[in-house]
């Protein structure tokens, strides 16, 4: 059974870049058709896709967010990394790893077979 566990800082100060990694077990980064995603729910809002990289490394960003947006991988470690740069008190959220079997930027979470127990952070001084 395929597991993903988020991890990383639960406050970040405002202008310096949130870092998450999401450790994946029972399953390879690198199989074929899965697509390695970033979510984050804002409190009281609805989800909101950030980007995926793929199981060959390609990555794509939700424009919204994708010049402060990075994703990357460690097969080695069998995790991927979240890196959003300049972040802002409207950065605070839930933030979710998940696994989708085909390419999606639609956070419904029908779209995806495997999710992270989610993360809280903050951005705050």
């Known amino acids: 059974q395929v597991q993903l566990q988020e991890s990383g800082p639960g406050l970040v100060k405002p202008s310096q870049t949130l870092s998450l990694t999401c450790t994946v077990s029972?399953?390879?980064?690198?199989?074929?058709?899965?697509?390695w995603t970033w979510i984050r729910q804002p409190p009281g809002k609805g989800l909101e896709w950030i980007g995926y990289?793929?199981?060959?490394?390609?990555?794509y960003y939700s424009p919204s967010l994708e010049s402060r947006t990075s994703i990357s991988r460690d097969t080695s470690k069998n995790q991927f990394t979240l890196q959003l740069s300049s972040v802002t008190p409207q950065d605070t959220a839930a933030y979710y790893c998940a696994r989708a079997p085909r390419a999606t930027i639609n956070p419904n979470p029908r779209e995806y077979d495997y999710w992270g127990q989610g993360t809280q952070v903050t951005v705050s001084s």
């Open positions: 029972g399953g390879s980064i690198t199989t074929n058709y899965s697509y």
């Open positions: 990289i793929s199981y060959s490394g390609n990555t």
